[in-house]
């Protein structure tokens, strides 16, 4: 009877030193996370805290996170003598469009990719696969006399000639069309009558709406965030995106820190605001692409 109770004894206290250890191996995860965490929103605190800095207090050290003495000079210069509103709607324009340019697409490539069986589609898709390696800087001088023999030099259908399509995004789609929806789903539709554009668009979008968030989130923020291609591309300021805008605060040998510190938070806005309203899909997007077939 005494080695029975020693037993049990003996179980209860080694379940819980492991449970005593999983929770400090828990705790130590959260801690080095947390520190991760504050280091990479540390840089995005501090843009923001010196747009509302003067440039003396910008320049002193140790440096501060609240500003001691606040001021809107900084956006009042960068409104004022900056058409920086222009530029974020030009950004906004040009991602809107690309973002549905590449949604459009990788739907209707995934879905064919995804539930159509032909050889040829698999070479295909291979293709497409294999253009993910090659860089953007490679094609996008002949892109670009593309883009002036057609004349769209300086307008927004310029810079979309070189984002209509992500090969990623095909890549996302077909990864959860071929999980997310049945083979039967689709056989059941075909035998009451429903054609192909009607499954389509019935069916099967409603169906990605997580993968079509996710993948909405990243084709933004690529053409938002683009840079070599609107620079070459755009040579009137009026026709700058946000990001070739935010370059001309910098010089060959100065940078004017408080008004692109004050630009630089102002675009953060949008950029945010889409990311915090989307966060759920990209997450449950990205998270089913992994899936094994």
Same mark, same amino acid.
């Given at each position: 009877?005494?080695?029975?109770?020693?037993?049990?004894v003996?179980?209860t206290?080694e379940?819980?030193?492991?449970?005593?250890?999983?929770?400090?191996?828990d705790?130590?995860i959260?801690l080095?996370?947390l520190?991760?965490?504050?280091?990479m929103?540390?840089p995005l605190?501090?843009?923001?805290?010196?747009?509302?800095?003067?440039p003396?207090?910008m320049?002193?050290w140790?440096?501060?996170?609240?500003?001691?003495d606040?001021?809107?000079?900084?956006?009042?210069?960068?409104?004022g $003598?900056?058409p920086l509103l222009?530029? @974020?709607?030009?950004? %906004? *324009?040009?991602a809107? &469009?690309?973002?549905l340019?590449i949604l /459009?697409?990788?739907a209707?490539?995934?879905?064919i990719?995804?539930?159509?069986r032909?050889r040829?589609?698999?070479?295909i898709?291979?293709?497409?696969?294999?253009?993910?390696?090659?860089p953007?800087?490679?094609?996008?001088?002949?892109?670009y006399?593309?883009a002036?023999s057609?004349?769209?030099?300086?307008t927004?259908?310029?810079?979309?000639l070189?984002?209509?399509?992500?090969?990623?995004?095909?890549?996302?789609?077909?990864?959860?069309?071929?999980?997310?929806?049945?083979?039967e789903?689709l056989?059941?539709a075909?035998?009451?009558?429903?054609? $192909?554009?009607?499954?389509?668009?019935? @069916?099967?979008l409603? %169906? *990605?709406?997580?993968? &079509?968030?996710?993948?909405?989130?990243? /084709?933004f923020?690529?053409a938002?965030?683009?840079?070599?291609?609107?620079?070459i591309v755009?040579?009137?300021?009026?026709?700058?995106?946000?990001?070739v805008g935010l370059a001309?605060f910098?010089?060959?040998?100065?940078?004017?820190?408080g008004r692109?510190?004050?630009?630089?938070?102002?675009?953060?806005?949008?950029?945010v605001?889409?990311?915090?309203?989307l966060?759920?899909?990209f997450v449950?997007g990205?998270?089913?692409?992994?899936l094994?077939?």
């Amino acid at each position: 009877m005494s080695e029975a109770v020693s037993e049990i004894v003996a179980e209860t206290n080694e379940g819980a030193r492991l449970r005593f250890k999983k929770r400090a191996v828990d705790r130590l995860i959260d801690l080095v996370l947390l520190v991760f965490s504050i280091l990479m929103i540390l840089p995005l605190v501090f843009l923001v805290s010196n747009a509302f800095k003067t440039p003396a207090e910008m320049l002193a050290w140790p440096p501060t996170i609240i500003p001691a003495d606040p001021t809107l000079d900084n956006f009042k210069s960068v409104l004022g $003598e900056t058409p920086l509103l222009r530029w @974020i709607a030009n950004s %906004l *324009l040009f991602a809107g &469009l690309s973002t549905l340019a590449i949604l /459009a697409t990788s739907a209707i490539a995934g879905y064919i990719l995804g539930k159509f069986r032909y050889r040829t589609l698999n070479v295909i898709f291979a293709l497409f696969l294999a253009t993910a390696v090659v860089p953007f800087e490679v094609y996008m001088i002949p892109l670009y006399f593309q883009a002036q023999s057609l004349g769209i030099l300086n307008t927004t259908w310029g810079l979309l000639l070189g984002y209509l399509v992500m090969s990623f995004g095909i890549f996302l789609i077909r990864q959860n069309v071929i999980h997310s929806i049945p083979d039967e789903l689709l056989e059941a539709a075909r035998i009451d009558g429903a054609g $192909e554009l009607w499954i389509f668009w019935r @069916i099967v979008l409603p %169906l *990605l709406r997580g993968a &079509l968030g996710a993948l909405g989130v990243l /084709a933004f923020f690529q053409a938002w965030t683009a840079f070599a291609w609107p620079m070459i591309v755009t040579t009137t300021r009026e026709s700058y995106t946000i990001e070739v805008g935010l370059a001309l605060f910098q010089t060959g040998f100065t940078v004017d820190l408080g008004r692109l510190s004050a630009a630089s938070a102002a675009v953060l806005v949008p950029s945010v605001t889409l990311f915090i309203l989307l966060r759920r899909n990209f997450v449950q997007g990205i998270a089913s692409t992994g899936l094994k077939e």
